[in-house]
């Protein structure tokens, strides 16, 4: 089955792997699972749950047991099509590759791919495991990544092959979705001094974040992720314009630092619901975890830039005549969960633009993607140590 990663992501785009389908991972699993076993490779799936599938595939090291070893990792899974028609029809021109999926991240997949059986063929031997995963549920839950977490095999190196225009992401910020839900006291609008308005009190306390702490965020910066940040999502209250609302409901994103703790993201929201309390007792406010503990956190993470996974990135880029560029991934990826939770060391870096994923443009530069096979092979070579015969 011997194939360019163009190719194989055409393959992969026109299977639909995406959000709340039926057996929503299961074909595209067996498609990496029969790539890799036509073309000699040790692979194996796991399932998770019922129809949700991790693929496995590796390329044992002659001295693994002294030697680095290298995941080279993604997800399977994609959001729905949305509005993007025939977003599951893998279209192509002279430069991209289009349909929902190529950019994030079946193209990544396709390189990883294909780096794994071009070291194979080529009779490279390394000392330290390459081992590949394909993980399920990345858009939605991160139950693939927890079930390599807890089962194994940890790589003393990880790469997450999300989008970065093969730019070296050192880390990405942490991740928090929180609902403050705000109590208030219904009755007729013309009644409206023996109520409480809930809207109105969610207006006291977004007034706060916004004149108050925003500003304290901004001066919480780190060198390479940036700014601590808070966005407000939703927005939701009340029943009918002739009734005073007795609950609103606001919804915000919280991307915070290595210095930010997740409690501490908790306890400077209760603060300023406590201090407007102080200031009106009618104001009641309760604040949760949107993800109620049913996620792993999402801490943030930053590797060093003196990491060997980071120099093999970078001479390997090097290699392809690409000048190397470190960054921070602007989003949140599965390698958070990963530099969390296990000993790896992880970057993200995979070929195409984050700025299209979910959208209706969604594409992926083919140049772009014979370069990452080359990128993942080379540091492949360095990481897990050609045997030199």
Not at 332 to 351: Q, R, Y
Request: some cysteine; hydrophobic content about 35%; overall charge negative.
């Amino acid at each position: 089955m011997k194939k360019d990663a163009v190719q194989l992501t055409k393959e992969m785009v026109e299977i639909k792997s995406y959000s709340f389908m039926e057996n929503q991972e299961e074909e595209i699993s067996k498609y990496i699972l029969d790539f890799f076993t036509e073309n000699g490779i040790t692979s194996y799936r796991t399932e998770i749950v019922p129809g949700r599938y991790n693929t496995f595939a590796i390329l044992k090291g002659e001295d693994s047991e002294n030697n680095p070893s290298l995941l080279l990792t993604g997800h399977m899974d994609t959001v729905p099509a949305y509005d993007f028609k025939e977003a599951f029809t893998a279209r192509e021109d002279a430069d991209y590759l289009y349909g929902r999926g190529s950019c994030d991240m079946k193209g990544a997949l396709a390189a990883m791919m294909c780096a794994m059986v071009n070291i194979k063929e080529s009779g490279t031997k390394l000392k330290g495991d390459l081992i590949f995963c394909g993980v399920a549920d990345e858009e939605e839950a991160g139950i693939g990544t927890e079930s390599l977490i807890k089962t194994g095999p940890e790589a003393t190196y990880a790469v997450i092959g999300e989008p970065t225009k093969l730019e070296i992401a050192l880390g990405h910020k942490g991740l928090e979705w929180i609902e403050i839900s705000f109590k208030g006291k219904k009755v007729h609008g013309g009644a409206q001094k023996d109520g409480v308005n809930a809207i109105m009190m969610a207006g006291r306390f977004l007034h706060k974040l916004e004149t108050e702490y925003l500003p304290k965020l901004e001066k919480r910066t780190h060198p390479v992720l940036g700014t601590a940040t808070l966005n407000i999502g939703t927005i939701t209250g009340g029943d009918q314009p002739s009734t005073v609302a007795d609950k609103c409901s606001i919804r915000l994103d919280r991307r915070c630092l290595t210095d930010e703790t997740i409690a501490q993201v908790y306890e400077e929201l209760q603060a300023i619901c406590d201090e407007l309390h102080e200031e009106d007792p009618k104001f009641e406010a309760e604040i949760r975890d949107v993800f109620n503990g049913e996620t792993m956190p999402h801490i943030p993470f930053c590797t060093d830039e003196n990491s060997p996974l980071v120099k093999a990135a970078e001479n390997a880029l090097g290699r392809e005549g690409m000048t190397p560029v470190l960054t921070c991934f602007p989003a949140w990826s599965d390698a958070g969960f990963m530099n969390a939770l296990t000993k790896s060391e992880c970057i993200v870096l995979g070929p195409g633009d984050l700025s299209v994923a979910h959208s209706i443009h969604e594409k992926i530069s083919k140049r772009q993607l014979l370069s990452a096979v080359s990128v993942y092979g080379e540091m492949a070579r360095e990481i897990c140590k050609t045997v030199w015969t």
